[in-house]
């Protein structure tokens, strides 16, 4: 019996230590996470300005005034545009690169390097480097074609392919989904590579029956994540092509339409519009997007994600 209580003591002081080592964490999501979501949901729901004491209830208003827009459904269509051109083109890319980087090939790290490197600097330095690489003028792309003699004049790349450049910067930051599809390579047994060849399998048709096969969980990770994501892209637009917009004695800068995304809208909104429960409710919007897309990719991903599970089922 004195056993019994005191393995029941024992399992009771450690449920105690882990709630007494876990409350800090306890502590700061509640105050930092779950309280700023509770009460912008509920500012969304209400007429509050920037300098505003009091507010008022004023239900669905400002979601109904957002959707019925045409400049905030043209933010929404741009960045679901965005979101399927850089999602596929990251993916795409990551995976071309590794599974040419697989291979024993002379300088294999340093091209994981330099496809890595844009993780490893601030998004914003990543931002202006791409600028300058685009630049009219004295841009490096440029100055490569001209070389090549495949133009005879500098093209403003920018100012011409406004959204064409900004998801042309996803085939540089491609390197998160070239490691993870790295990661997914290796898991791959070298057993039904040899199997295959055996067979008479050629390279094509490896990696369509096999490769790709096992590495679709690794794709669809990336799918839901990258769009997630893409979805939220706030800090490049305003980088790569700002453009000054003239409020009160002050000139802002906002990006162009094409690249006026839900959260450079949702900034502006409530930083420079003062429109403070507008904004939010924008956001809120964002969410609920982001949530659907999520659902409807899990819901699918049932249907082309291979699982060893349900085929030894």
Not at 62 to 83: A, C, G, H, Q, W
Not at 173 to 181: A, D, Y
């Amino acid at each position: 019996m004195s056993r019994i209580r005191s393995t029941s003591s024992i399992a009771r002081e450690r449920r105690i230590s882990f709630f007494i080592f876990i409350s800090p964490w306890i502590f700061g999501f509640l105050v930092f996470q779950v309280m700023p979501i509770v009460y912008g949901f509920s500012t969304s729901l209400t007429n509050q300005m920037a300098f505003t004491v009091q507010r008022k209830f004023v239900g669905l208003a400002n979601y109904v005034k957002l959707l019925s827009d045409p400049e905030v459904r043209y933010s929404l269509y741009t960045t679901l545009i965005f979101m399927l051109a850089h999602t596929s083109l990251a993916v795409l890319t990551g995976l071309i690169v590794a599974l040419l980087l697989e291979k024993e090939v002379p300088g294999r790290g340093v091209f994981r390097t330099l496809l890595y490197f844009p993780y490893m600097i601030p998004l914003i330095a990543v931002g202006w480097i791409f600028r300058i690489f685009l630049d009219r003028d004295t841009g490096f792309f440029n100055i490569f074609l001209m070389k090549l003699g495949l133009i005879k004049a500098n093209i403003p790349w920018i100012a011409a392919y406004t959204r064409g450049s900004i998801v042309s910067l996803a085939v540089w930051m491609s390197g998160w989904s070239m490691i993870i599809f790295l990661g997914g390579l290796s898991t791959i047994p070298n057993e039904l590579y040899e199997s295959a060849r055996i067979d008479g399998a050629g390279y094509f048709r490896r990696l369509w029956r096999i490769t790709l096969p096992l590495l679709s969980p690794f794709a669809f990770f990336q799918f839901v994540t990258s769009n997630i994501y893409a979805m939220q892209k706030f800090v490049e637009p305003y980088i790569i092509h700002p453009r000054q917009q003239r409020g009160g004695e002050l000139f802002q800068q906002r990006p162009p339409r094409e690249t006026f995304f839900v959260m450079a809208r949702a900034y502006d909104t409530v930083f420079n519009r003062n429109q403070y429960a507008v904004g939010l409710a924008l956001l809120w919007i964002l969410f609920f997007v982001i949530l659907v897309i999520t659902i409807v990719f899990i819901k699918l991903g049932g249907f082309v994600v291979y699982s060893e599970v349900e085929e030894r089922r």
